[in-house]
């Protein structure tokens, strides 16, 4: 037996050896933008597109807060958009573990987190008229606002309008055109 | 032999590295700078072809946080790897191997695998919904899989002892499959496949969804020839046809699946039946005869009700099972059989469960750092009929019906101690009607002290109650003493694993874990004619894993693991029978074509298993095994081929036969291929 254990070890270190090589910083894939990329864009354009309750800024050059929970690479993805303005808004991107307080969020991205947990930090968010985005499956049928969905290769809207209405948020309607609609329980 | 092995080995290193730096070069040459994103408006963004990062969908599931060591397998590898049973997939699973009699599929894991068990020690799930059937608790995973393995989106395998949450029968661990929704396949999708061994099948599926829900209904069927001239020194006598067993691998099965969901609610239907020629004159039936065969039909209807509301999501579920065995077993009259037998006779074994029951399972966030899951189960097997007949008018027959209740309470707490800190404690309360009841607690501290790195050390025990068959299983020939009064099996295991992740690009996964398990139920010989089941074992085992895992953007992944066990038995003081010290895999996809055309090489090692036989000490050989497919979407749109060949090297390979067979070991498949074709309307 030690022959071929011999052999497998020598695999595992010509594919370990390869790895390391490919591992490196790569650049973008160059058939399209990257997912994550594309995501973290769309969050900073939809902000535009959303009006806040009444209160939710303290004055009209007041800081938006961007928010990220989650595992995975949406967290990086907001950094480009730190410091840049919203109507007049400077701004800010923090990131958040599961559990902790919302605080001064005012759009909350819910990525990479386990479904189990999803239903409290919904909560938590409403109760706090923050607006969600994510994109785990069935998101916004699980009571998020925005879910970000991928249908033939690109990035799509759905929109719950319940959840919307609940958190006192207008949505322009540039944006309703171009989301599905979704209510509670629908696919 | 050992040698030669490796020569032919080493050029296929050498074309994996090949395929390596080929692929590495492709992509260098391709890049481009990427648009600016910022700039553009959401409706440019909407219509923007965006490329999917590979490691993160997979890495992101439950993975991290989980109070376990868990593997996810996607559709894509099995597309890729050609995989055509769960038995393939867990070949390639880290720390897994498989068992086959030419029969059934046995689970090996941890060091631990009892060919001729059924895999009652390892939890089936299918969306959640318990394959294992009431009377032999098997986890099927062969042919009789009631899956066909094109409708599985995810396979996850939870590795440890898992009764706190899922209760007996996740004991070394839990296999969920998860199935395909009708949003995936929106439309028609027909299939179809031929190989070796006369083997060709096909498949019809329709998914679909609509406002306010999706459906999915598909067909399969199977069937193969086997190996039709297997050859078995043991019977090489001209009484017994020199040894040939002339078509007696037939394999034929057909599955049914429909799954639909309307708001809040999932109903799920699936049926498979399978019936098995038996080649290997197991049981002491006669060499080379066709009545000898098995039949497994699996049924089963589940209601799901799933929603989230104030903070608090809810699962409920309402099920009813079926499952029948017929086993058929030729014999030839002996002394102790009634003089009006034919010469030659079939015994059967015409089982059938019926069951039902329900559950529910909340979970609430009850403060911002402490999560609640708690939950109920209720069972009722109220017909488990285990009759053993022999197939002559006016012959013998044995019935064997029985009825049981089953029902269980859990909770699971979730505390973040510090943000970097998880504790996760659970307990499960089981009662039988048999037994009584057992106590099931898990313990796991998750610490993760910087993005990317995961420590976690869990400590659990679970149990295994012993089964219908074990319990109350006669035959005709009185061969068995029944065992009223066993009780169940509990294994303790302490575990320690560090996840490392490298970028969203690599996964490494180190982990050690110690296995006590005691009043393991084994036969017994009680006198020369007579089995008995009983508590009577106890088992040690000290062992290790690693893995090396990387998904990158052009397509190219790769995972190698290698696994190493030293179980005992601790009343022999022996090593544990059918036990490999060492597994060792490796599975590398590359793109050789703009991720339209794909290679998937998978290479897998397991190193000798000692066992007794008829109270000699014998062994199955280590072995290494290579299988190769290629994967093509690029010939039409909607149209997906592939070609696999498995054991590529033609290697001799051999897998432990238990003492219910003359043979020491069972001769497995030499190199075999497959093609196959799915067009999506």
Partial sequence: MPTIFNMTRRLILGVLTASLVLSGPRPLGAEGAQEYQVKGAMVYNMAKYIEWPAGAFASNGAPLMICSMGRGPFAAALEPYRGKTVLGHPVLVRHLQVGEELGECHLLVVSGVEKRYLAGVLDMARRRSVLTVGDLPDFARQGGIIGLVEQEGRVRFEINMKAAHQSRFKISSQLLKLARIIKEGDS | MTRNRCRLLVPLAGLLLSLLCGTARADDAAEQPAPDLGTMDLEQLTNLKVEKVYGVSKFEQVVTEAPASVTVVTSDEIRHYGWRTLADVLKATRGFFVTYDRNYSYIGTRGFNRPGDYNTRVLLLLDGHQINDVIYESAAIGTEFILDLALVDRIEIIRGPSSSLYGAGAFFGVINVISKSGKQLDGVEAAGSFGSQKSGSGRLTFGKAFNGGEFLVSGSRYVSRGDDRLFYPEFNDPATNNGMADNMDRDRNYSLFASGHLHDFTLTGALVSRDKRIPTASFGTIFDDPRTKSTDRRSFLDLKYDKAFEGTSVTARLFYDEYRFIGDFAYERGIDDPPFYPATYVNRDDHLARWWGAEAQASRQVLPRLQL?????????????????????????????????????????????????????????????????????????????????????????????????????????????????????????????????????????????????????????????????????????????????????????????????????????????????????????????????????????????????????????????????????????????????????????????????????????????????????
């Avoid at chain 2, 607690?441 to 068959?469: D, H, M, Q």
């Avoid at chain 2, 074990?470 to 302490?494: C, I, K, M, Q």
């Avoid at chain 2, 190219?556 to 490999?580: C, E, I, M």
């Avoid at chain 2, 280590?622 to 010939?635: D, E, R, W």
């Fill in chain 2, 373 to 681: 899951t708690g939950g109920a189960r209720f069972r009722d097997n109220f017909q488990l009929e285990l009759p053993n007949v022999d197939l002559v008018p006016g012959g013998r027959s044995v019935e064997n019906d029985h009825s049981d209740l089953f029902w269980a309470l859990f909770g699971q707490a979730e505390l973040r101690i510090l943000d970097e800190l998880i504790l996760n404690a659970g307990v499960r309360y089981d009662h039988y009607e048999t037994f009584g009841g057992a106590t099931s607690p898990r313990l796991a501290l998750i610490y993760t002290p910087v993005e990317g790195t995961v420590f976690k050390l869990i400590y659990g025990k679970a149990f295994r109650a012993p089964n219908a068959y074990e319990l109350y299983y006669n035959d005709v020939f009185n061969g068995y003493a029944t065992s009223p009064s066993l009780r169940p099996e509990t294994v303790r295991t302490y575990e320690a694993i560090w996840e490392q992740y490298y970028g969203d690009v690599v996964r490494t996964s180190a982990s050690l874990f110690y296995n006590k398990i005691d009043n393991l139920i084994s036969y017994e010989d009680v006198s020369a004619t007579q089995v008995a089941f009983a508590n009577m074992e106890r088992v040690k085992a000290l062992g290790g894993e690693f893995e090396v895992e990387g998904q990158w953007n052009s397509g190219f992944s790769a995972r190698a693991s290698y696994s190493f066990v030293s179980a005992r038995n601790d009343v022999t003081d022996q090593r544990l029978d059918y036990s490999p010290r060492h597994l060792a895999k490796l599975n590398v996809t590359a793109p050789l074509y703009r991720k339209k055309l794909f290679a998937g090489i998978e290479l897998q090692g397991v190193s000798r298993r000692d066992f007794t036989h008829n109270d000699a000490q014998v062994a199955a050989g280590g072995y290494a095994v290579a299988n190769a497919t290629l994967y093509s979407t690029a010939l039409l749109p909607g149209l997906e081929t592939s070609v696999s060949v498995y054991n590529l090297l033609d290697r001799r390979i051999v897998d432990p036969a238990t003492t219910d067979h003359v043979q020491n070991v069972i001769p497995q498949d030499g190199r075999t291929y497959r093609l196959q074709a799915s067009y999506r309307f």
